[in-house]
């Protein structure tokens, strides 16, 4: 599975950008799609995810600002994000889980910069 994510860019505090991830090769293996951040000096976090279902889940930081959404037919998934906050600064990740019976794969796309301006 390959994933190449797009959207990320400068933008000032309060503003919306929306983040866009493609998946290519064996789609039929993924279960899971999400977005992950990671600020510099911190760690790897999730932001959203969404199932093949259409069950989300949010990081409390982003709950009511940002909405996970997929397009199953065309193989991507979207970050809508709106007011954005100095604090939502981070490299963004797009990411694909194929759950297995023991184990778990993650795939990873190569990682979009969002910037907020205060």
């Known amino acids: 599975v390959q994933l190449q994510a797009s959207g990320g860019g400068l933008v000032q505090a309060g503003g919306s950008l929306r983040l866009s991830c493609a998946a290519s090769?064996?789609?039929?293996?993924?279960?899971?799609m999400g977005w992950y951040r990671q600020a510099p000096g911190k760690q790897r976090e999730l932001v959203a995810s969404i199932t093949r279902v259409g069950t989300t889940n949010y990081a409390d930081s982003v709950k009511g600002r940002f909405t996970i959404s997929r397009d199953n037919a065309q193989n991507k998934w979207y970050l809508q994000m709106y007011s954005l906050k100095p604090e939502d600064t981070a490299v963004y990740y797009c990411?694909?889980?194929?759950?297995?019976?023991?184990?778990?794969?993650?795939?990873w796309g190569q990682g979009t910069e969002v910037t907020v301006s205060s």
């Open positions: 090769g064996s789609i039929f293996s993924i279960n899971d």
């Open positions: 990411n694909a889980k194929n759950l297995g019976l023991t184990t778990t794969l993650n795939y």
